[in-house]
């Protein structure tokens, strides 16, 4: 069956997530460089470079988006959030260049995602980033559109590899469009086993052999 | 939309037959059908002209487009044009591809007819995807479809609005609404 | 850092990314829960002595800890909800009987769920297309013809079709049987739809 019926949750993308996407709860567990701008009693423990039993103000620890987006506050200094080097001047400038040599996936994986979120912390740079992760967008679309239309039987892991989560998923669906028009074309009407079923065979098999 | 299902659409396009048999007309809620005489040529939907024709109780006339000096022109004009030309069907390629396969000895020149709708289709295809990359380059808001077949936008219908909407939520990063309410996730 | 446990379950299903159904990680479950009744309860002490000794120093460590609580919580609910979405698509993959090695992954609030959700959808099938009920999980594609070709790719054993003949399912034979029987079966890998 082509017709997929597990649908997962989607990516929020831009600056909401969406609460039970899976995809935005691993992004939003992506690490950001921060510093504490108060003193946080008794949780000591969580920062491994010091046995004392508070986290001093001024403590510089890297903190997953999710605390971060939950301590922040615009009106009270709590905690200070630092753009990663991606978005910063220096990186912004090679993406601006070419944003097709760039291994967004390395680089990531989530480019487009965390920028995005990037944004709910104040920073002069966010109009650049907000730009900048635009422009990157629309730099990488046609390579997208052109190899998930021209794939059905080259290589393009090399590409693949290259890309961050959103323009996988883009990938993919580009390819299956292609892949469902030509078989159609070709005549291969006929009814097949479930995906899911296949799948779940060769894991049985697999179980076996180990 | 899987393209079977295209298929299935195009089915209920009419299509001329000659029958070899004779029936008095049939009432369905569809429409009706017939009469059926011998040699006299009547109008019937693709699907029961390929049921008839599989069981040799017809012969197919193929539709007036499908001629290679017809197609030939379309191609032409298809190549010199930058925008999407009319079609002659709006299922030209589900139609060609059903009618060849199914009655391939009724069409003349039939594999010639199959490469010039080919050529038409990648054309037209490659048109779409060039449309589509100048769309988000610029960052248009709205585009004008017309003349594209349903087949066609099928093709690259998830693509295309997955993209876009991509391309939505980071434009809208970029010009961030005055009253942007914070809201939590955690 | 707290809440590693919480996204340990969610990468769990992230890896099976066609939909595969996981076993019920009862243990992750739990530890998740222990995870949040103790911060439940350090919070609860720390907001009585804030209270109490007017020691406001403590709120960015009670928020802290605050947000993990929520962020446990999220986690939980979309790794429930995400299984949902899975064995639903189970019903329309394999049918109303699931296999055993798939059932022995549900817990018995998901079988309960399942057994539910399979009787929503079989009064909905009966209340709809006249007298005989409509199946919805046939035709998922236009059919060509009412009758097919199909090879047994396994041993199926005996099989009654509309007109109560009964016919054996044996491992490389070949029937032609009507469509609407024999969708189900070709989804379940039992049977191969043959193309002359």
């Known amino acids: 069956m082509d017709t997929q019926s597990y649908l997962p949750v989607p990516p929020g993308v831009g600056k909401e997530e969406n609460f039970f996407s899976l995809d935005d709860i691993l992004l939003s567990h992506e690490r950001l460089p921060c510093r504490l701008e108060t003193k946080f009693p008794r949780l000591g423990f969580l920062e491994k470079s010091s046995d004392t039993r508070d986290i001093p103000e001024?403590?510089?620890m890297e903190m997953p988006l999710w605390v971060a987006k939950g301590l922040y506050e615009q009106k009270r200094r709590v905690l200070a959030v630092e753009l990663p080097k991606v978005y910063r001047e220096g990186w912004r400038t090679v993406f601006g260049a070419d944003p097709n040599v760039v291994d967004l996936h390395k680089m990531g994986p989530y480019y487009y995602g965390l920028g995005s979120q990037m944004l709910h912390f104040d920073s002069p740079e966010n109009p650049d980033v907000a730009q900048?992760?635009?422009?990157?967008?629309?730099?990488?679309?046609?390579r997208?559109?052109?190899?998930?239309?021209?794939?059905?039987?080259?290589?393009?892991?090399?590409?693949?590899?290259?890309?961050?989560?959103?323009?996988?998923?883009?990938?993919?669906?580009?390819?299956?469009?292609?892949n469902a028009f030509q078989r159609w074309e070709k005549g291969h009407a006929h009814l097949t086993a479930s995906n899911l079923v296949i799948n779940y065979r060769k894991r049985k098999l697999a179980d076996m052999n180990v | 939309m899987d393209p079977s299902e295209v298929e299935f659409l195009a089915e209920k396009e009419m299509v001329k037959i000659i029958p070899n048999f004779s029936l008095d007309k049939v009432y369905l809620i569809g429409g009706d059908l017939g009469p059926f005489n011998p040699g006299l040529p009547v109008e019937v939907p693709v699907w029961l002209a390929l049921n008839l024709k599989q069981r040799q109780k017809c012969r197919i006339v193929p539709p007036e487009w499908m001629d290679v000096e017809k197609l030939e022109e379309i191609r032409e004009q298809e190549r010199k044009e930058d925008t999407f030309t009319p079609i002659p069907s709006p299922y030209y390629m589900e139609l060609t591809k059903l009618l060849l396969n199914h009655a391939a000895d009724n069409i003349p020149k039939a594999d010639e007819i199959r490469t010039l709708v080919k050529d038409i289709w990648d054309t037209r295809i490659a048109k779409l995807r060039l449309s589509i990359d100048s769309f988000i380059n610029q960052q248009e808001a709205h585009a004008k479809l017309d003349n594209l077949t349903l087949m066609e936008i099928n093709t690259t219908r998830s693509f295309l609005l997955d993209s876009l909407n991509c391309m939505y939520k980071l434009r809208t990063n970029v010009q961030p609404s005055t009253a942007a309410e914070k809201t939590m996730d955690y | 850092m707290f809440c590693e446990k919480a996204v340990e379950l969610i990468r769990e299903l992230h890896r099976m990314g066609?939909?595969?159904?996981p076993a019920f990680n009862e243990d992750g479950i739990r530890q998740v829960l222990e995870e949040m009744k103790a911060l439940y309860e350090q919070n609860q002490s720390d907001v009585n002595e804030a209270k109490a000794e007017g020691r406001s120093e403590l709120i960015p460590t009670i928020k802290f800890r605050h947000c993990c609580l929520l962020r446990n919580q999220r986690c939980i609910a979309a790794y429930l909800y995400d299984r949902l979405l899975r064995i639903r698509a189970l019903r329309w993959e394999y049918g109303s009987v699931l296999p055993t090695n798939i059932r022995f992954h549900m817990c018995a609030e998901e079988l309960d769920w399942f057994n539910q959700y399979k009787k929503s959808l079989a009064t909905y099938m009966r209340s709809i297309g006249g007298d005989g009920g409509l199946d919805i999980t046939q035709d998922m594609k236009p059919p060509k013809s009412l009758y097919i070709?199909?090879?047994?790719?396994?041993?199926h054993g005996?099989?009654?079709?509309?007109?109560?003949?009964?016919?054996?399912?044996?491992?490389?034979?070949?029937?032609?049987l009507p469509r609407w029987k024999c969708e189900q079966l070709i989804r379940q890998g039992v049977l191969e739809h043959v193309i002359s």
Do not use: P
């Not at chain 3, 070709?149 to 041993?155: A, G, I, P, T, W």
């Open chain 3, 149 to 155: 070709e199909v090879r047994c790719l396994k041993d």
């Open chain 3, 158 to 176: 005996e099989f009654e079709i509309d007109d109560g003949t009964v016919i054996l399912l044996k491992k490389n034979s070949q029937h032609f």
């Open chain 1, 58 to 60: 001024g403590t510089k």
């Open chain 3, 18 to 21: 066609d939909g595969q159904l």
């Open chain 1, 144 to 178: 997208i559109m052109d190899s998930s239309q021209n794939a059905y039987d080259s290589d393009t892991s090399a590409l693949v590899e290259r890309l961050d989560c959103l323009e996988r998923a883009l990938f993919r669906e580009g390819q299956n469009g292609l």
């Open chain 1, 132 to 142: 900048a992760i635009l422009q990157t967008f629309i730099g990488r679309f046609r």
